[in-house]
C-alpha cells in the first residue's frame, strides 16, 4: 500500500495518571495486536509524538513496554514552543534532535517560515488569517531550515540512530515550493542523503482551499529527489478525504511517484471529545459517528451498544488478555460519564462492579484504557474505509472517462506540461483560499493599513454548468 495514516494525539488518548495503576505488559501487548495483526486495511496504520512535550511519556512508557510494536514519527514541537513563549535556542534544538533519535523512526526538522502576522487569529489550526507571505525572507528562511537538518541529521548519528529525517516545505506558490526545497538541499552535503526520509509539504504558508492544496501538492514533481534519499512525499496535517482527494487523483494519475504520507489528530481527538466513527458494525444499525452522551444516572442502551460493538469486534483480543471477562462484565467495567476525557486522568470502577465481579482496579483500568484506544483505532479503521471507497470510485471514473468536476481532471494529469495546462484552463473554477503573497515586509504593511485587519479572503470559484455532483463533495 501507498498510502500511510500517521495518527498523532495518541498520548492524549492514554493519559490517565499513575502508570502503576494498570497492567502494563497486557496494555501494551493488547494494543500491539490490534496493529500488527490488523493489517487488511487500505491505509497503514503509525503513531507520532511530540518530542518538545512528549519526551517523558516516551521515556517512561512508551520505551519501557515496547512502543506498542508501531512506527513511530517525531514531530518538532517547534510550534508548540513558540507558542509557549520559549526561545528556541540551539541547545534546545540539539536536545528534541536526541529524543527524535532515541525513539522515533521518522523525525520532523525544525522549519522556518517566511510569514508576518498581521494580527492575532483565533489560534485555531485551521485559521490563517492575519498571515501574510513574504517572498522576501523565504530563501534566507529555507537556508536556515537546510542548516537545521544538517545540524539534526549529525546529532541523529551521533546517537548512532537509524531515525530519518523529512524535510518541511513551505511555499505559496508551486514554484516557491520547489525554491524552498532547493535552497534547504543546497545546505546538505551529499553522504547526508541517505538519512532523509523524503519531504514533507505544509499549507502553513499557502492557506487551505482546494487549489492550494493541488499546487503544494504538484510541486513534488518539480523536485529532484538525488539517488539515496527517501522517496516518501508526506502532507502535514491532512486528515481528511476532502483534502486527500486531490492528492488521490494525482498519485492514480502517476503524476506522483512517491509513497503518500500524511499525519492527523482528528480521529485520536474523537476519543478525547466523547464520540467514535463506526463501520460495518454487527451491533449497531448504521455506519456514522456515534456520540457518548454525559451520563450520571446510569448508561443508555446507546452506549451500552457501542461499547457492545468493540466488545464484538475486538472479542479475540479481550479473550487472550482477560479470558475472565464476559461481555456482561465488560460493560460494567467500562462505567459512567463518557463525555469528558478528565474521567480517565483517575479513572476507577463503581465499588460495587468490583466487588460483583471480583475484579481489582488494575484490571478494570487497563480493560478501560484499552478500549479507550479502541476508540481511536476503530475510527481509523472506518477512514480507511472511506478512502479505500473514494479510490474505487477514482478508478471507476479514471476507466469510464467521466469528469464531474475540474478537480476530477486531474486524472489526467500526468506530466507538469499537462499540470500546466490544467493551470491554465481549470484552476480558475476551483476553490481558492490563499495566504496573501507580498515582495517584501513594507508591502505587507501598507495592504494591512488599507484593509483593515481582513487579509485572508475566500474565493468561491465561478459556476459553470455540471453534471450531478458525485457524493464526495468538498
Known amino acids: 500500500m501507498d498510502y500511510t495514516y500517521i495518527m498523532s494525539g495518541v498520548s492524549m488518548v492514554l493519559k490517565n495518571g499513575t502508570i502503576d495503576k494498570r497492567d502494563n505488559v497486557r496494555l501494551n501487548s493488547m494494543i500491539s495486536d490490534t496493529i500488527n495483526n490488523d493489517d487488511n486495511h487500505f491505509l497503514n496504520y503509525e503513531l507520532m509524538f511530540n518530542a518538545y512535550h512528549e519526551d517523558t511519556i516516551m521515556r517512561t512508557f512508551y520505551s519501557k513496554w515496547g512502543y506498542f510494536g508501531a512506527t513511530w514519527h517525531a514531530d518538532s514541537g ?30 520532523m526538522c525544525f522549519d522556518e517560515m517566511p510569514i508576518n502576522l498581521s494580527y492575532q487569529a483565533t489560534g485555531s489550526k485551521v485559521d490563517l488569517s492575519g498571515r501574510q507571505y513574504i517572498r522576501d525572507w523565504a530563501k534566507e528562511k529555507a537556508i536556515l531550515t537546510g542548516l537545521n537538518v544538517k545540524r539534526q541529521i549529525e546529532v541523529i548519528r551521533e546517537e548512532k540512530s537509524d531515525a ?11 514554484q516557491g515550493f520547489v525554491n524552498y526545497y532547493n535552497n534547504v538541499m543546497a545546505q546538505l552535503p551529499e553522504d547526508y542523503f541517505t538519512s532523509i526520509a523524503g519531504v514533507a509539504l505544509s499549507a502553513a504558508c499557502t492557506g487551505l482551499g482546494v487549489l492550494e492544496s493541488i499546487k503544494m501538492v504538484a510541486s513534488y514533481k518539480y523536485m529532484h529527489i538525488p539517488a539515496g534519499m527517501g522517496n516518501k512525499l508526506h502532507l502535514l496535517g491532512f486528515g481528511s478525504t476532502s483534502r486527500l482527494y486531490p492528492v488521490m487523483l494525482l498519485k492514480s494519475s502517476g503524476y506522483i511517484n512517491a509513497d503518500i504520507t500524511f499525519d492527523s489528530s482528528s480521529h485520536a481527538m474523537l476519543a478525547v471529545m466523547g464520540s467514535i466513527k463506526v463501520s460495518d458494525s454487527s451491533v449497531l444499525k448504521e455506519d456514522g459517528r456515534y456520540e457518548f452522551p454525559h451520563e450520571t444516572n446510569g448508561r443508555s442502551a446507546e452506549v451500552d451498544d457501542i461499547y457492545r460493538h468493540l466488545f464484538v469486534r475486538y472479542r479475540a483480543i479481550y479473550a487472550k488478555y482477560f479470558p475472565e471477562v464476559s461481555e456482561d462484565m465488560f460493560l460494567g ?81 500526468k506530466t507538469t506540461e499537462d499540470l500546466e495546462r490544467w493551470m491554465t484552463d481549470h484552476s480558475k473554477y476551483v476553490p481558492s483560499n490563499k495566504i496573501p503573497s507580498f515582495a517584501n515586509i513594507e508591502e505587507a504593511i501598507a495592504a494591512q493599513k488599507t484593509l483593515d485587519g481582513k487579509i485572508q479572503k475566500v474565493v468561491k470559484a465561478p459556476k459553470i454548468p455540471y453534471t450531478p455532483q458525485p457524493t464526495w463533495t468538498f
Not at 80 to 94: F, L, R, S, V, Y
Not at 164 to 174: L, M, P
Not at 341 to 352: A, E, L
Open 78 to 107: 517547534g510550534l508548540q514552543m513558540i507558542t509557549q513563549n520559549k526561545t528556541i535556542t540551539p541547545e534546545w534544538k540539539d536536545k528534541i534532535y536526541r529524543v527524535q533519535a532515541k525513539h522515533s523512526s521518522y523525525a
Open 333 to 413: 467495567i467500562m462505567g459512567y460519564d463518557h463525555k469528558t476525557g478528565k474521567r480517565y486522568h483517575k479513572r476507577r470502577s463503581p465499588r460495587h462492579i468490583i466487588k460483583k465481579y471480583n475484579i481489582t482496579t488494575v484490571v478494570a483500568l487497563t480493560i478501560q484504557m484499552y478500549t479507550r484506544y479502541l476508540i481511536t483505532y476503530d475510527s481509523f479503521i472506518t477512514f480507511s474505509k472511506e478512502m479505500a471507497n473514494l479510490q474505487k470510485d477514482i478508478n471507476l471514473s479514471k476507466e469510464s472517462g467521466i469528469r464531474l468536476r475540474e478537480v476530477d481532471r486531474l486524472i489526467d494529469v
Open 164 to 174: 530519518k529525517v523529512f524535510i518541511i516545505c513551505q511555499g505559496n506558490t508551486t
